[in-house]
Nanobody, 129 residues
Framework: VQLQASGGGLVQTGGSLRLSCAASGRTFSSYVMAWFRQAPGKEREFVATISGSGFSTFYADSVKGRSTISRDNNKNTMYLQMSSLKPEDTAVYYC???????????????????????WGQGTQVTVSS
């Protein structure tokens, strides 16, 4: 599967953005999808993940309550709606896919980069103070 992330931009503190991740292929619902982010000088970190059906979601503590991950399997697209943005949310945001529609029962695995097989190219989010 090929992934294309978009929707990043420059926003003020407290603002909102919606990121999109478009996937190729006809079996989008058979993939667990996720968002990761990487700030300058830091390692890539987990943001959120959603099951193939969309019924199961998990979030990093840093974005919980401020972000919503969703997907439209008819459009082969995943979204990340972010609100109450903070300067520390500034990063390149990457979408990723894991073969198989069901999450690992392990929280550690769900949030690990190694769990995901396919990656998009990233979209820059910059939050100004």
């Amino acid at each position: 599967v090929q992934l294309q992330a978009s929707g990043g931009g420059l926003v003020q503190t407290g603002g909102s953005l919606r990121l999109s991740c478009a996937a190729s292929g006809r079996t989008f619902s058979s993939y667990v999808m996720a968002w990761f982010r990487q700030a300058p000088g830091k390692e890539r970190e987990f943001v959120a993940t959603i099951s193939g059906s969309g019924f199961s979601t998990f979030y990093a503590d840093s974005v919980k309550g401020r972000s919503t991950i969703s997907r439209d399997n008819n459009k082969n697209t995943m979204y990340l709606q972010m609100s109450s943005l903070k300067p520390e949310d500034t990063a390149v945001y990457y979408c990723a896919a894991k073969s198989g529609p069901v999450h690992s029962p392990s929280a550690r695995r769900r949030s690990s980069r190694d769990e995901y097989d396919y990656w998009g190219q990233g979209t820059q989010v910059t939050v100004s103070s």
